[in-house]
């Protein structure tokens, strides 16, 4: 089932399409965006069409029947209980973002409170357009007031500021995993994609002028490219410059195109934040995924300063990284498994990854026991549908739960066969225990791993959604 969403746009903007060899194309009156590639159609559409829609999963109605998250009665509404199934994969995202923020980009770590008082300088500095959204929070001896963190500047900005920094550190790029909360309206609330807490994985790079900024600009579009690729996600590209500074950005806009490759840029007036320019990196759907800003003011605005080479103190430019959300990769997860047939999650993701149905409950259930044994010591996330309910019930259950290969051991696979694999969306194939072990590991080696506690299906609760 699919639910239509319409984007209006500013209209003191100016849009137009980008291409790589700096050519600028005016979008087509008509509204017919067939002449550019699909993801970048799709997203010129949901940015400035008005007579067009562009159409989403109802992703939280298919992440309810996978048992990976709901809403939470007791909590503010955009506050979501995970179930085992989807804390897994939602520690498994947030662990591969952290692995792109250490391995791709080379950033140091950082762990900074999600807690401040509101009256703060870190507070007051950046509340800006989020003061109507903050969570206010009051206790402590004194009865203070504080905020919950409403963006992933709060303690970064004030570490930094603290920091020495020399022209010989620069660029130098900072990572943090943080929670965030809003209070945003109720009316744009949309699920775990847009809730009122959420974690983000952010990148920041210190650089030392304009000039080494614009490169490292450059750079994270390269590096966010290959990670996206990495995934099998191509990359539409929506740029916002302001006027001013479109000459100055123009080259190294340019720069993060190759080939045939184009951008929507959406020029607007003047500046409306600390940022000149920024892009947000969508997927085909198109669903938010990267964001990239240059910052030219917090710098100055917090005191985060570095010694330059003739001993003076001198100002950052910061670009910000937003890696995505835990939260919004799971829907994007959810959108790529349904553009196939049958929806496949990518297996790195899948929470169980092999299912092994005895045909009897009597004669081989400890077989299938020792063959998962043998799986999970391998670093498979595996399990045993032993329920005394028919073999054809047990399949389609697991079909029904996405799991990506059903092994059926009998008598023949008891006394020595090779075991009987259903791999999802394709034919069966017959492999060894180590066969299926290699066949796994080649596709999921890169990616991070953990595993659920339990083989037995029998022995789990039923959370929501399942049979």
């Known amino acids: 089932m699919e639910t239509t969403i319409d984007v209006m746009h500013a209209p003191a903007s100016r849009y137009f399409v980008l291409n790589s060899s700096g050519g600028e194309e ?130 970064l900005f004030a570490v930094m500021k603290d920091a020495q920094l020399t022209h010989r550190h620069l660029p130098i790029r900072i990572y943090e995993h943080t929670p965030s909360f809003r209070y945003i309206q109720s009316g744009t ?47 539409a590209i929506h740029f916002k410059v302001t006027r001013d500074f479109y000459p100055t950005a123009k080259a190294t806009m340019i720069a993060m195109l190759s080939g045939r490759e184009k951008m929507l840029v959406e020029m607007i007036p003047s500046q409306r934040k600390y940022w000149a320019m920024k892009h947000i990196a969508c997927t085909d759907h198109p669903q938010r995924l990267f964001h990239v800003q240059f910052d030219l003011d917090n710098s100055e605005r917090f005191g985060i300063k570095y010694v330059a080479s003739d001993g003076s103190r001198k100002n950052c430019v910061i670009i910000h990284t937003a890696l995505g959300t835990p939260e919004r990769w799971m829907v994007i997860a959810i959108e790529d498994a349904l553009k196939k047939d049958p929806p496949t999650l990518p297996l790195w993701l899948s929470p169980t990854q092999v299912r092994i149905i005895p ?10 026991v020792g063959v998962a044994r043998e799986l999970k010591q391998r670093r498979i996330r595996v399990d ?15 079909e029904r739960e996405w799991i990506p290969y059903i092994v059926v051991c009998g008598d023949k696979e008891q006394e020595g066969a090779p075991l009987s694999v259903r791999v999802r969306g394709e034919k069966q194939i017959q492999a060894s225990v180590s066969d299926l072990a290699d066949l796994i590991h080649r596709q999921t080696s890169e990616m991070p791993f953990r595993s659920l506690p339990g083989m037995l299906v029998s022995k789990r609760p039923v959370f929501r959604g399942r049979d």
């Open 359 to 368: 045909v009897s409950e009597e004669k081989h259930v400890d077989f299938c």
């Open 189 to 235: 609330l949309a699920g775990i994609s847009k809730g009122r807490y959420f974690s983000l994985t952010d990148v920041h790079s210190f650089c030392q002028d304009m000039e080494q900024g614009l490169a490292e600009y450059a750079e994270i579009q390269k590096i966010l490219t290959k990670v996206a690729k990495g995934v099998g996600i191509d990359l």
């Open 26 to 155: 005016a979008l087509p009156v008509n509204g017919n965006y067939e002449q550019f590639d699909s993801g970048l159609g799709k997203l010129i559409m949901a940015t400035v069409g008005s007579d067009k829609s562009v159409h989403f999963a109802r992703h939280m109605d298919i992440i309810r029947r996978l048992e990976w998250a709901d809403n939470e009665p007791a909590s503010d509404k955009g506050h979501f209980r995970y179930y085992p199934n989807g804390a897994l994969v939602y520690q498994l995202l947030v662990e591969w973002c952290e692995q792109v923020a250490v391995d791709a980009f080379g950033a140091l770590p950082l762990r900074t409170p999600f807690l401040y008082f509101s009256d703060s300088q870190a507070v007051k500095g950046q509340i800006g357009m989020f003061e109507k959204n903050v969570y206010p929070v009051y206790g402590g001896q004194n009865h203070e007031e504080f905020v919950l963190r409403f963006n992933d500047d709060l303690g």
């Open 384 to 398: 045993v549908d032993e329920r005394s309910e028919k073999m054809g019930w047990r399949i389609r259950t697991a």
